[in-house]
C-alpha cells in the first residue's frame, strides 16, 4: 500500500454545469493524438476536462510543445514534462501550457512512461511515471483540476509547481513578464504569471490547495535557490515543495450512502474492510455480481446496494 497526497488547483473563469450519460463509453480521448499507426497527430490531447471548461489538465510530453505538437502530447513520445492546466488541442499553434505540477521523490523534472500502464477516459487521465514508480491521477471540474498522486512507500513525497514551463519560447515572440509563487498557509499556495505569444498578454491566476501540510519550500527564481522565504517572483521561477516521507496506510471504509439526484439512494458497503482485508475479491449491485471493471450511468442512477467483498 502506498501513501497518497491529493492537490487542487483552481484557476478562475467560467463555470458551466454538464451530465454525464451512458454516451461517455464511446468517446476515446486518445483519437487525435497520433495513436495510429503511420498516421499523423492531429495535435489533440487526452487531457482531463468537461465540456466548456476552462481547465484541460493532462501530460505534456514535449517540454516546450510547438506548432507540430501544439497540444503537448503525442502519443509516439515516452518522456513527461510535468501536468499542465491549459493547453490548445487540434491547432496548428501551440500556446498555453500553464501552470506545471511534476511529482517526484528526488528532485527530478521528468520521467519515462509506458502506454501499458496509462488511461484515458472523459474527464479522467492516469498514469504510472516508470523512473520513480509514482502513480499520476488527473480529473477536473469547470474551473478546477484536481490531481492525486501515489508514491512509493518510504519514498520522499516532492512536488515541483514551475511557472517558467509554457510553448516554445522562440515561436510568436513568446515571453514571461513576470511570475510569482507564494505561499498562503501550511497546505495552500497561490500564484500567477504574466506571458504573451501568439495570444497576446495574458494573466494566469492559480491557487492549490494540498491535502496535507507543506514541510519544505524552496524557492528557484532565475536561476537562484532560496529556501528560506515564502513568496518568489521572476521571468523563470517555479517552486519544490516537500511534504515528508510516504508510508504505509489504511483507510478503513465501511459504508456510504450516495443521495442521487432523482431521489433514489445507492448504498455503498465495504464487506469485513480492515487491516488485513483491503483488496476487493467481488463486486455485486443488488445481489448480482459484477463482471466487468466499471457501472454505467444508469446503474448509478437506478439505486440500490454496491456490496464490495474484501480479502487478503
Known amino acids: ?35 495510429v499507426e503511420n498516421s499523423l497527430s492531429g495535435n489533440n490531447h487526452p487531457a482531463a476536462t468537461v465540456p466548456y471548461g476552462m481547465v484541460q489538465l493532462g501530460p ?87 490531481h492525486r498522486y501515489t508514491y512509493p512507500e518510504a519514498g520522499n513525497m516532492n512536488l515541483w509547481i514551475d511557472m517558467e514551463r509554457s510553448a516554445n519560447k522562440a515561436s510568436w515572440n513568446r515571453t514571461i513578464i513576470n511570475s510569482q509563487i507564494r505561499k498562503v498557509s501550511d497546505y495552500a499556495v497561490a500564484g500567477y504569471r504574466i506571458i504573451t505569444g501568439w495570444a497576446k498578454l495574458r494573466k494566469i491566476y492559480f491557487y492549490a490547495e494540498f491535502s496535507m501540510p507543506i514541510k519544505g519550500l524552496l524557492m528557484c527564481s532565475n536561476g537562484k535557490e532560496e529556501a528560506s522565504v515564502d513568496v518568489a517572483n521572476g521571468t523563470a521561477l517555479k517552486a519544490l515543495l516537500t511534504f515528508g516521507t510516504a508510508t504505509a496506510t489504511f483507510r478503513e471504509f465501511l459504508h456510504c450512502t450516495l443521495h442521487l439526484e432523482n431521489g433514489k439512494e445507492l448504498k455503498i458497503v465495504a464487506k469485513t474492510a480492515n487491516k488485513t482485508y483491503y483488496h476487493v475479491s467481488q463486486v455485486k449491485l443488488n445481489g448480482k455480481v459484477l463482471k466487468g471493471t466499471t457501472l454505467k450511468h444508469s446503474d448509478i442512477m437506478n439505486g440500490g446496494l454496491l456490496e464490495f467483498y474484501m480479502c487478503k
Do not use: Q
Open 60 to 146: 505534456d510530453t514535449h517540454i516546450a510543445p510547438d506548432w507540430y505538437n501544439a497540444s503537448g502530447y503525442n502519443y509516439n513520445d515516452s518522456t513527461i514534462y510535468g501536468f499542465t492546466h491549459t493547453r490548445l488541442s487540434g491547432t496548428g499553434a501551440s500556446d498555453l501550457i500553464d501552470v506545471s505540477l511534476f511529482p517526484t521523490t528526488t528532485r527530478a523534472e521528468s520521467s519515462r512512461f509506458s502506454h501499458t500502464i496509462e488511461i484515458a477516459t472523459p474527464g479522467y487521465y492516469g498514469v504510472r511515471l516508470a523512473d520513480e514508480n509514482i502513480m499520476a491521477e488527473l480529473t477536473a471540474t469547470p474551473r478546477v483540476g484536481i
Open 1 to 35: 500500500m502506498r501513501k497518497t497526497i491529493l492537490t487542487i488547483t483552481v484557476i478562475t473563469g467560467f463555470a458551466m454545469s454538464c451530465k454525464a450519460g451512458d454516451f461517455t463509453k464511446y468517446v476515446n480521448p486518445m483519437i487525435g493524438t497520433g495513436a
